[in-house]
């Protein structure tokens, strides 16, 4: 199994910058794919952003493009999420997750098996 532990998360001003870190441990290869996602109450999981290191593949929603930035660093066994400009739409939980071995699910949420617990970013 793969563990996933999320930081990074506070309560910030808007127009201001948050770096999400995702920590992965408990696997053999590291997966190659992995994403960030956020959710609101009462409302679905939304694909953030997510990363395919197996095809140098990085890819941020229409919401958050030009302001979050996503990226790998293999040798500490994390990801993270640059979140620059942020606004106030942008609170929600955000959690990291991991696919499938040999499969990236890309933004959709739904076949990604590994979860971490989330970190909260509200932006007032």
């Known amino acids: 199994d793969v563990q996933l532990v999320e930081s990074g998360g506070d309560s910030v001003q808007s127009g201001t910058s948050l770096r999400l870190s995702c920590v992965a441990s408990g696997y053999g290869p590291s997966p190659d794919c992995m994403g960030w996602f956020r959710q609101v109450p009462g409302k679905e999981r939304e694909g953030v952003a997510h990363?395919?290191?197996?095809?140098?593949?990085?890819e941020v929603a229409d919401s958050v493009r030009g302001r979050f930035t996503i990226s790998r660093d293999h040798a500490k066994n994390t990801v993270y999420l640059q979140m620059n400009s942020l606004k106030s739409e942008d609170t929600a939980m955000y959690y990291c997750?991991?696919?499938?071995?040999?499969?990236?699910?890309?933004?959709?949420?739904?076949?990604?098996?590994?979860w971490g617990q989330g970190t909260q970013v509200t932006v007032s």
């Open positions: 997750a991991a696919a499938p071995r040999g499969y990236c699910p890309g933004l959709g949420p739904v076949e990604y098996i590994y």
């Open positions: 990363i395919d290191s197996g095809r140098g593949i990085t």
